[in-house]
T-cell receptor, first 111, second 114 residues
Framework: QQPVQSPQAVILREGEDAVINCSSS?????VHWYRQKHGEAPVFLMI?????EQKGHDKISASFNEKKQQSSLYLTASQLSYSGTYFC????????????FGGGTRLMVKP | DAGVIQSPRHEVTEMGQEVTLRCKPI?????LFWYRQTMMRGLELLIY????????DSGMPEDRFSAKMPNASFSTLKIQPSEPRDSAVYFC????????????FGDGTRLSIL
């Protein structure tokens, strides 16, 4: 069963913040985040491995609540280049590197 | 290093024809994944290999689909016979050994079955 992402779509102005949530019904080992621009391949953003872990890259960060089986992606001071569809991929316990992807969150940043 | 290479980038064929998609993973990556992406179903895992051995093919939709990995640098996904509902973007991805590793995606093959 695929994880549930919310919201399904969001429109921002440059400089605004956004949060994308990913929720799973299974106990998780890790959560992966990817961004896909239209007509292109998904591109890896980050992996979160441990409960409560928070990672960041530039102005994009994420958290992982292992107990709640949830992860959130935070986009701060959004830029036009952030536009695209964001996917979380969840890796259940004992599943090797097999990911199940959520339905995606379409993000559009306007000038 | 070169990324994951897929061919062809686009394929248009008629229903009933055999379709073969190709993938060259990143050198040194032990895992190879085949995904299918559609608007309706999103990004679905079809099958994955570890060290050239198929590990989980539960996502393969029907017997019309088959995948092979004859060596560490090449994999194929074959559809025979093809049907219009197979139209989708097919991605190949690879990753290093075991867990916690990012998956690197190829540019995909956009398949249209008429």
């Amino acid at each position: 069963q695929q994880p549930v992402q919310s919201p399904q779509a969001v429109i921002l102005r440059e400089g605004e913040d956004a949060v994308i949530n990913c929720s799973s019904s299974k106990a998780l080992y890790s959560v992966h985040w990817y961004r896909q621009k239209h007509g292109e391949a998904p591109v890896f953003l980050m992996i979160l491995l441990k409960g409560g872990e928070q990672k960041g890259h530039d102005k994009i960060s994420a958290s992982f609540n292992e107990k709640k089986q949830q992860s959130s992606l935070y986009l701060t001071a959004s830029q036009l280049s952030y536009s695209g569809t964001y996917f979380c991929g969840t890796e259940p316990l004992n599943a090797g590197n097999m990911l199940t992807f959520g339905g995606g969150t379409r993000l559009m940043v306007k000038p | 290093d070169a990324g994951v290479i897929q061919s062809p980038r686009h394929e248009v064929t008629e229903m009933g024809q055999e379709v073969t998609l190709r993938c060259k993973p990143i050198s040194g990556h032990d895992y190879l994944f085949w995904y299918r992406q559609t608007m309706m179903r999103g990004l679905e895992l079809l099958i994955y290999f570890n060290n050239n051995v198929p590990i989980d093919d539960s996502g393969m939709p029907e017997d019309r689909f088959s995948a092979k990995m004859p060596n560490a640098s090449f994999s194929t996904l074959k559809i025979q016979p093809s049907e219009p509902r197979d139209s989708a973007v097919y991605f190949c991805a690879s990753s290093r050994t075991f867990s916690n590793q990012p998956q690197h995606f190829g540019d995909g093959t956009r398949l249209s079955i008429l």
